[in-house]
């Protein structure tokens, strides 16, 4: 059986700054779940006469959320996570996120050549924890990983997906099938990045929950929109 984890990065303030709060955040489940949750998401927005899910949008109240309340987007975006809250174990988030100062304080330069920038040393542990996860399972169920197309870090994390496979002291490399970069402008790959933007749910979670224990503004951008 194929497992599919679509993920994508998130962070504080403006990305060529250099953000301190950074996350990779994504869901992981087999086809089967993914689809059910397709078809759930395209009768909700049906209902609320909205083409796709734009978190940016709906916390804005603009272009398609123009003139929402607070409680209908409120409602809005309580009924998507409701549709992936109904898979239960069948559906898994996995997150992992850092703050990026202090990663560059506690880590040394020479690990961290190794470990790579905060974003991508989160996105090995993320792939690492799935895949030690699946050894309950039986031996030949993989997965692939989705990461949106011209992100910043789609390319690098295709390398490492790929020499992580091959990496015979990984014990792990077995449940690794391949990682796949989608494009929103590429028709065959639309439905890859509905997916990808099921992600941005537990990421706003995550940035927001790092802001309060520091006690800072929220200024969340990120990388799907």
């Given at each position: 059986m194929m497992f599919?984890?679509?993920?994508?990065?998130?962070?504080d303030g403006n990305k060529k700054n250099e953000p301190n709060i950074i996350t990779i955040s994504g869901f992981f489940s087999n086809e089967t779940t993914w689809k059910d949750i397709e078809n759930a998401w395209k009768e909700i927005n049906n209902r609320y006469g909205i083409s796709c899910f734009h978190a940016t949008d709906l916390n804005s109240?603009?272009?398609?959320?123009d003139g929402w309340s607070k409680l209908k987007r409120d409602c809005y975006s309580g009924e998507l996570l409701n549709s992936l809250k109904d898979k239960k174990k069948k559906m898994v988030?996995?997150?992992?996120?850092?703050?990026?100062d202090k990663y560059r304080k506690i880590i040394n330069e020479n690990g961290r050549k190794k470990l790579g920038e905060?974003?991508?040393?989160?996105?090995k542990t993320c792939i690492a924890m799935i895949a030690k996860h699946m050894e309950t399972l039986p031996d030949d169920y993989r997965f692939i990983v989705f990461v949106e197309k011209g992100s910043g870090f789609d390319k690098q994390a295709n390398e490492f997906f790929k020499k992580l496979a091959s990496n015979q002291s990984f014990r792990y490399r077995h449940r690794l099938?391949?990682?796949?970069?989608a494009s929103p402008n590429t028709v065959h790959l639309k439905l890859d990045f509905f997916h990808l933007k099921c992600h941005i749910l537990i990421s706003i979670s995550q940035i927001r929950r790092a802001y309060r224990w520091h006690g800072q503004l929220l200024d969340f951008q990120r990388g799907v929109v």
């Open positions: 599919r984890f679509y993920c994508d990065e998130s962070y109240a603009r272009k398609e959320f988030a996995y997150n992992c996120g850092m703050q990026a905060p974003w991508f040393a989160c996105f099938e391949d990682c796949v970069s």
